[in-house]
């Protein structure tokens, strides 16, 4: 989204405007995150004992079935990735890109299909396990967005938000920080963001720099987001993964218990960096 609204580029993501940017960013808040509940699992779960002595001689790449499928698809999605990472240089567009990265795949498996021990689906049945939804999703996204543009309403709130960010753009980043949080943790973040992305858009075309809210309000939607099944749907797989796995549906006071402070802890541990390295060097 990002990328469509600031034409900003897959390198970008690493290090943008001679700092580091989303990647080491968030990668902080993981490794500080990943610390925390180490620690709260450790002590949580001290009296469960769990066999591994079963799994001591077992080769994980045993669980491959067909070793030259497994190298082939994970080819070509590495190529992919990187011809958009070279989006730039190839001139393509990244949605190009990625359609012409599954229709490979789709194509060379199809012609190829006999040479590998494991099943193979036809198109047709590739085509029905695509979640239509979530495309149609993204389309109708979109374009409710362009019309909300279109319509005015975007530039409504850029100019009542204006005033605030021109005073500080510490205040204005950190408002816009907490204040995103606990919205995409109750409303699915995508929508939020991109009509967000826009206003900020608006703002740099009257003289601030946009890239502090930017990634002020990217990194808080998609940490913030974690909080519930409504904030990011990709949680409502995990956890129907978790459940079928326990075999028993987890209660909402269960999913909580980790998605609160799970939310917070790496909230607060991507504010400081982000502040410290996007915010504060800009702050006048």
């Known amino acids: ?161 204006t005033p605030m960010i021109k005073e500080s753009i510490v205040v204005g980043s950190t408002v816009i920080y907490w204040v995103t949080a606990p919205i995409v943790g109750i409303v699915e973040h995508d929508a939020y963001i991109l009509t967000m992305l826009y206003v900020i858009r608006d703002l740099g075309a009257q003289g601030i720099n946009p890239w502090p809210l930017y990634w002020m309000l990217l990194w808080a939607g998609t940490l913030g987001s974690n909080m519930t099944i409504a904030g990011a749907p990709a949680l409502f797989v995990a956890k129907s993964m978790a459940d079928k796995e326990d075999q028993r549906q987890s209660t909402l006071k269960e999913f909580l218990s980790i998605s609160a402070p799970y939310v917070v802890i790496s909230l607060l541990a991507c504010y400081v960096p982000a502040m410290l390295i996007w915010v504060l060097p800009f702050a006048k």
């Open 1 to 161: 989204m990002l990328h469509s609204v600031a034409k900003i580029e897959f390198l970008g993501f690493f290090w943008f405007k001679g700092r580091p940017s989303s990647f080491f960013i968030l990668l902080i808040a993981y490794i500080i995150t990943c610390a925390f509940f180490y620690w709260k699992f450790k002590k949580d779960f001290r009296s469960v004992k769990m066999d591994v002595s079963s799994m001591a001689n077992e080769n994980p790449l045993d669980q491959i079935k067909d070793k030259p499928f497994a190298i082939i698809a994970c080819g070509i999605f590495v190529l992919t990735i990187l011809a958009m990472a070279f989006r730039e240089a190839l001139g393509f567009h990244l949605g190009f890109i990625a359609m012409w990265g599954a229709l490979a795949s789709i194509l060379f498996f199809t012609l190829f299909k006999d040479s590998f021990t494991v099943e193979i689906p036809d198109v047709e049945g590739i085509l029905k396990e695509l979640d239509w939804r979530a495309i149609f999703f993204y389309i109708s996204l979109f374009a409710l967005v362009g019309g909300i543009d279109h319509a005015g309403v975007i530039k409504v709130i850029a100019t009542a938000i």
